[in-house]
């Protein structure tokens, strides 16, 4: 499996910004989707993920603000990131797993299997 995100940029405070992941291989429908963001300096941070039924979760700084979707026909996963602050300045990983179940261990980034190689968000003041 093989994860490859894109759309990163630079955006003004207060824009918006849409983050794509597409995941190689035939089983993506079974395979939870999750996004991470890192900055420098800084632990690892969950963002959001999305199930294979659309069943979704937000980290804080993400709720209100951003939306996780899937399209199982394509193989991809978007993340809408609305009223972007530049506290969101970051490299944006998304990540996969194949997982049974939903729960609180999906907000951790050592759950999951894949990695893509990240995209970068700049969000200026």
């Known amino acids: 499996v093989q994860l490859q995100a894109s759309g990163g940029g630079l955006v003004q405070t207060g824009g918006s910004l849409r983050v794509s992941c597409a995941v190689s291989?035939?089983?993506?429908?079974?395979?939870?989707v999750g996004w991470f963001r890192q900055t420098p300096g800084k632990e690892r941070e969950f963002v959001a993920a999305?199930?294979?039924?659309?069943?979704?979760d937000y980290g804080d700084s993400a709720k209100g603000r951003f939306r996780i979707s899937r399209d199982n026909a394509k193989n991809t996963v978007t993340l809408q990131m609305n009223s972007l602050k530049p506290e969101d300045t970051a490299v944006y990983y998304c990540?996969?797993?194949?997982?049974?179940?939903?729960?609180?261990?999906?907000?951790?980034?050592?759950?999951?299997?894949?990695w893509g190689q990240g995209t970068l968000v700049t969000v200026s003041s």
């Open positions: 990540a996969a797993v194949q997982y049974a179940g939903w729960g609180q261990a999906l907000t951790r980034g050592s759950t999951y299997t894949y």
């Open positions: 999305i199930a294979r039924n659309g069943i979704s």
């Open positions: 291989g035939r089983t993506f429908s079974t395979y939870v």
